[in-house]
Structures are given as C-alpha cells and as structure tokens.
C-alpha cells in the first residue's frame, strides 16, 4: 500500500511569514523565517519517514482487546516512543513541564503533520496535550508538579470522558456520580463510552478526565448542570505527595468499538467501579458564565473548545493527504485528449490534469484546504491576542470561529476526500490505493466534539450574540481589514467588491436570525446555513490576503510557481464558493416553517 506523504512546509512558512505575520508575530515570540523553517523540515522529515507508513498498518490490523488490556497495531509502540524520543509530542508544551516551549502556532503545524502521516497514532497525543493542559490550569500543585511532566514527557497519557450510553450532548443526563471522601478526594462510578485512545499500550498509564455529578445535601443525582464537574481520575492509584503509581484503580475497559475508521486508535467503553478521583478546579480563562457552573466545568468548556479546533485541523489533515494522492494520480493517469489541440501530448492519451471536472475536483479541494490550513493558523492566533477590533476582544472572535473550524472544516474535509476517491475513480475505490481509508478516517470528525448542528446551533445561540451582539462586528472588521489590505491592487479588486458584498449578505442573515421576533425554531433551522456562509466568508477574507501576500512577493522576484498557484485557488474560491453565500443567505431567511410542518408520526 502506498505511504508516502509530503509536509506542507513551504506552505506554513507562507502562512505564518508572510499572509499572517503581523497577527502572528505576538504569538511567535520572535521566532524567525529561517528557525521556523529548520523545525518545520525536522519534523516532516520524521512524519514522512516514522509515521506515514504506519497508517495503512493501523487501518489493516487495528487494535484488539484481551484480558481487560488493549493492543495497539503492529509498529505504534515503537512509533510513539521514537515521537517521543524526538520530542515532537511536547513541541509547544511549556519548558517548566518538560516541552520544548516553542511556539504552540509552531506546534498546530507539526499536529497537522501528524495528523495527516498517521492520525490514528497521533491522535493518542493529541488528546494527551489536551488533558495536560487543562491539567496544568485546573488541577492542584501536586498535579501540576507529578501529572502535567509526565504527560508531557508522554508516559502518560490522556483522555477525555464524557459521553454514556444514553447521553451524549444533553449533560444534564449524565448518571455518572462522584461521592465525597473524608481525604479530600472523590470516588467515581458510572460508565462511559466512546473514549478515543481509552486503553492502549504504548503508556505506563492513562489520566482519564471525567465529567461526573456530585449529589446535592440530600445525596439525590439530579438533571442539573450545576452538579456536574471535572474530575481527574488514574488508570493506575497516584500517590499525591510523590507521584508515583501504584496498582488499578477501579477503570475497567469493558470494550472497544468496531468502527468504519481510525482503527489504529482505540475507542473503549470504560467502566469506573468506585475510582478514586481528584476534583479539578476553574480555568482562569472561564467567561462569567461558566464561573458560575459548577467546579471543573469551565476546564471541560477550555478542553473542549481545544478539541473542536483540533478535530477540524485533524480532518483536514485525512483530506490533505488524500489530496495528495489524487492530484499525483491526475498527473499519471492517462485517458482521453484534451479539448483543445494546443494542450495535447501527442500521445494516443493525455493526463487526466487536463480535463476540466478532474480541475474542478483538484481545486475545489486545494482552494478549501489550503484556505482552511491558513484560516486554522489564524484561529489559534486571534485566541491568544490580548488586544481588540471593533471593541470585540480579539479572543472573542477566536472563540466565535472556533465551532465553523469544527464543522465547516470537517464537512468540507470529508467531501474533499471524497472529491479525491471519484478523481480516482475505481483506482480510489479499492484498498490498495489508501484513500478509501482516508474517507473513512474523515468521516468521524464531523461527529467528534458534538455533531456538527450542535456547533451550528452553538454558533447561533451562544457564539453570535457574545459582546452584546458584537462579536460578528469583530470578525466582519476582520474581514474588511483584508479587504482593505488589498484594494491597492487593481488585479484584485474584484475581489475586494466580492468579499464586501458577501460580508454584507452575512450581515442581513446573522441580523434576521437574532431578532427576538423569530420563531423559536428559527435558530435550529437556519444556524447551519448561517455556519457555512461564516465558513466560505472567512477563508475568502484568508484567500484575499494570502493573494495580496503572493503579489507583493512576486513583486520582489519570488517562487513565482509558488505564489502563481496560491493566486489561482484564491481566485477559484472567490468565482466557485463565495457566491454560495448569497443563496445560503435567502435560505437563512426562509425560516423553519417547512421543517416543522410535517407531523412527527410522518417521518
């Protein structure tokens, strides 16, 4: 089967350098072109070579539970521990933790790497960095000094624990339950499913955080999301005041899932039998909102929203690598002549390249990617910028992205990898190609963090009318920051005209959606439509800057092929995608009459 991959380097460089370096610059702590460049090219290296040939092995074998332990895939223990060796897993990690401290925009690059090698693997230390990190702001001192090392070193690993069997979004369902101990600890029993990376080998333990509900005076579990919080619980006992493990400690894998894909990771039911827990505490970074939930939950909300960005990021990686394989097999593949005479090889068929619905495949999925990689990084900077636009904090509007990185990526990642398996044809369709895999991997991501209406619906409920209602005027400000950086240039001033009139149409939309006078259905029919059209706007407003950046470089002389083809895949996202918007806008507005209209007994 095949394995190979290639890092987009040159591309982050791009991203990071020139299309964002002036928003980036707070979070790159001076790191320059060339020290980006020196880490980037090590890490691909090792991605290429250590962990790209593993995914075909992870989708064939999988993992196998027996006697109460899970297997990984032949070649993922010596994988994660050459990962480990090389300190990739800890890239971004604070240096008072043992990481190596750079730059966590660094760290989203060499995460995409990862990903797109082989996610399965890499998604045990995804969720690991994760856990640490809520870890490292929500838990005591003796957590920070013993569990946050160790999980950065990666000999722990970690997890989050929300779903049950008959509860998944809807919290308040929960019947996992905490009792207090007279040592300040908890004990947690109850069970829980769906548990990326929930037992495995490659670890000396497993730090599980747990959502659970503490009872109330009376001892009665009730549906109140007052009485849920975050709890640390050990696969193995954790002596506080020395860190080091002991025996089990009441998680029992009770089984892993037999899943369409991502095979090589272990999704496990786990059951808690009387555990002994550790109650995390609240973030610093909780809005008031959540400070006024229970204990933990503003952690849960900060490991959470770390999640969704990292699913999107993770799904574009699977429809990267896909890309990859369609456009070499579009080069190779011969059939048929190209229409016009000037374009022919002379040979009795030409590559496939030259068609224009094999074009239209191949940029519909490179325009999204490449836009959505440049978007993610820009994401992650907006989250970590103290200042503001328009008099929205500019974290805000991160966070008011970040359900349309989850979703809209994942959505448009899963149908780029489909668009690469029909470029392919019945050449994508069978195994020993990889991309039936890789549209099989994509496909949980959109259902991973909460299935994509519940990003919408956050979206609209929660996300639109932060700020008093401003938080779209932050990210619209965003967008005509963009606009304006490229309005000098008469080439793409079309462009600009585009993006403004598609902003405006966002605008109508998002107002007609939050007016009080809307039917209560209104939010839960249309937020979707409204999620795209956020989606397709903010990679535009990222495509116009990136195309202003080749410019000023072509200007200079450089990678002309480089910055022609970044011109291209702006200017096809704007003809091809953008004007999706406007339609999108008028079904926004069409409301929820003709969802509802239908009587449940006929469906």
């Not at 080091?244 to 899943?259: D, Q, R, Y």
């Not at 005209?497 to 605008?507: D, I, P, T, V």
């Not at 702006?570 to 926004?588: D, Q």
Request: charged letters at 20%.
């Amino acid at each position: 089967m095949p394995t190979s991959y290639k890092a987009p380097v040159e591309d982050y460089l791009f991203i990071l350098h020139e299309v964002f370096e002036r928003e980036t610059a707070h979070a790159m702590h001076g790191m320059s072109r060339d020290d980006t460049r020196a880490v980037l090219e090590q890490a691909a290296r090792f991605f290429e070579q250590k962990w790209a040939p593993l995914d075909a092995v992870g989708d064939e074998h999988g993992c196998r539970l027996a006697d109460g332990a899970v297997t990984t895939p032949p070649g993922y223990k010596e994988g994660y521990a050459a990962m480990r060796e090389a300190g990739w897993n800890s890239v971004s990690a604070p240096e008072e933790f043992g990481g190596a401290g750079l730059p966590d925009l660094v760290g989203q690059a060499v995460r995409e790497f990862s990903a797109s090698a082989c996610n399965s693997l890499g998604l045990y230390a995804g969720l690991t960095n994760g856990a640490h990190a809520t870890v490292q702001r929500t838990g005591d001192d003796w957590m920070r000094q013993h569990v946050v090392p160790a999980m950065v070193a990666g000999r722990w690993s970690g997890t989050m624990c929300l779903t049950e069997p008959h509860c998944g979004t809807d919290l308040r369902l929960m019947k996992t339950r905490a009792v207090p101990n007279p040592d300040g600890s908890w004990t947690i029993s109850g069970t829980k499913i769906f548990i990326s990376g929930g037992d495995h080998d490659l670890t000396e333990n497993v730090v599980h955080l747990v959502l659970a509900k503490v009872p109330d005076a009376q001892g009665r579990i009730l549906d109140d999301l007052s009485k849920v919080s975050l709890f640390l619980v050990s696969k193995r006992s954790i002596d506080p005041a020395t860190g080091e493990l002991g025996g089990a400690n009441g998680v029992v894998t009770a089984g892993i899932e037999h899943k369409m894909g991502l095979k090589g990771n272990a999704t496990c039911s786990l059951a808690f039998e009387e555990s002994v827990a550790y109650r995390l505490g609240e973030s610093a970074s909780a809005t008031g909102a959540q400070r006024k939930s229970s204990a933990g939950m503003s952690g849960m909300f900060d490991m959470m929203n770390s999640a969704r960005l990292g699913t999107g990021l993770q799904a574009l990686a699977s429809a990267s690598r896909a890309y990859g394989k369609a456009a070499d097999h579009a080069r190779e593949r011969l059939a048929g002549r190209a229409a016009k005479a000037a374009d022919r090889t002379g040979a009795p068929a030409d590559p496939i390249v030259v068609h224009p619905d094999v074009r239209r495949l191949l940029l519909k999925q490179a325009s999204f990617l490449e836009g959505g990689r440049a978007l993610g990084i820009h994401v992650r900077a907006l989250l970590e910028d103290a200042g503001e636009i328009a008099g929205v904090p500019r974290a805000l509007v991160g966070g008011f992205l970040t359900p349309v990185v989850k979703a809209f990526f994942s959505d448009r990642s899963f149908e780029s990898a489909n668009d690469a398996m029909q470029l392919m044809g019945g050449h994508g369709y069978i195994r020993e190609n990889g991309v039936e895999q890789l549209v099989r991997d994509c496909r949980i991501f959109q259902l991973y963090e909460g299935a994509n209406g519940v990003q919408a619906f956050d979206l609209a409920l929660r996300k639109l009318p932060a700020a008093d209602g401003r938080v779209l005027d932050g990210f619209l400000a965003l967008v005509e920051a963009s606009a304006e950086a490229a309005e000098g240039s008469e080439s793409l001033r079309d462009l600009v005209q585009a993006l403004r009139e598609a902003s405006g149409q966002l605008k109508a939309a998002a107002t007609w959606l939050a007016s009080p006078e809307r039917d209560p259905y209104d939010i839960g029919g249309s937020s979707y439509d409204l999620l795209d059209m956020v989606g397709i706007v903010a990679i535009a407003s990222t495509w116009l800057r990136a195309a202003a950046a080749a410019e000023a470089l072509m200007a200079r002389g450089d990678a002309a092929p480089f910055l022609a083809r970044k011109l291209a895949l702006a200017r096809y996202w704007f003809e091809r995608e953008l004007p999706m918007v406007k339609a999108l806008g008028l079904r926004v507005a069409q409301s929820s009459a003709c969802l509802m209209a239908l009587p449940a007994e006929s469906f």
